[in-house]
């Protein structure tokens, strides 16, 4: 298995530009996740899916944050418009629903500069 | 409320000696814990997890953990550190009463690993 992809890799952009950043989780997982990573915050849950629907998105920090899983195989989390204090590292994950000893797989997670 | 505690941002050991990582946990219910290790520029990858049975539990790359009930805690060990341990390592801890699917990370510990 490739296991979860993430693209792109690396993404820079300037204030105000929209941003989407890619995730295609393991086949056969039903849930997805969406981390943000800082050295000041740590990893951040922003929201999950299950089943492709939304299940808990508080940890959205804003309306300019959106997500969506239009099928089992793609995900995106979009920043509308973006900021300086967005720039972070965004992860995605998948697990599989059923086993609570299931682990959460990662991808290598997309670094994200906006200048 | 669910969380665990790294009280260590750094561990600095000399490769061969034994190493250990600490993770203490605050849970309402049974906890599932885990362990996972991120090198730079990747995503977490899962080492272990203890779920019930056996306080000593085995992972990837030599590392185990224990469990221990009466303190809380779920310290990650190694008996011969290797240079290429270097790394953030991250304990979570899986919402067993509230939110299944969610995992609460601590802040990590960088483990740097001395020749």
């Known amino acids: 298995d490739a296991g979860v992809i993430q693209s792109p890799r690396h993404e820079v952009t300037e204030m105000g530009q929209e941003v989407t950043l890619r995730c295609k989780p393991i086949s056969g997982h039903d849930y997805l996740f969406w981390y943000r990573q800082t050295m000041m915050r740590g990893l951040e849950l922003l929201i999950y899916?299950?089943?492709?629907?939304?299940?808990?998105d508080s940890g959205m920090p804003e309306d300019r944050f959106s997500a969506k899983m239009p099928n089992a195989s793609f995900s995106t989390l979009k920043i509308q418009p973006s900021e300086p204090r967005d720039s972070a590292v965004y992860f995605c994950?998948?697990?599989?629903?059923?086993?609570?000893?299931?682990?959460?797989?990662f991808g290598n997670g997309t670094r994200l500069t906006v200048t | 409320a669910q969380s665990v505690a790294q009280p260590e941002d750094q561990v600095n050991v000399a490769e061969g000696n034994p190493l250990t990582v600490k993770c203490t946990y605050s849970?309402?219910?049974?906890?599932?814990l885990f362990w996972y290790v991120q090198y730079p520029n990747r995503g977490l990858q899962f080492l272990l997890k203890?779920?019930?049975?056996?306080?000593l539990v085995k992972g990837s790359y030599g590392f185990e953990a224990e469990f221990n009930k009466s303190q809380t805690s779920f310290h990650l060990k190694k008996p011969s550190a290797l240079v290429s341990d270097s790394a953030l390592y991250f304990c979570a801890v899986r919402d067993f009463l509230y939110n299944f699917n969610k995992f609460y990370f601590g802040s990590g510990t960088k483990l740097n690993v001395k020749p």
């Open positions: 899916f299950n089943n492709n629907v939304p299940i808990d």
């Open positions: 849970v309402s219910g049974n906890p599932y």
């Open positions: 994950a998948s697990s599989k629903e059923g086993d609570r000893g299931e682990p959460l797989h």
């Open positions: 203890y779920i019930t049975g056996d306080n």
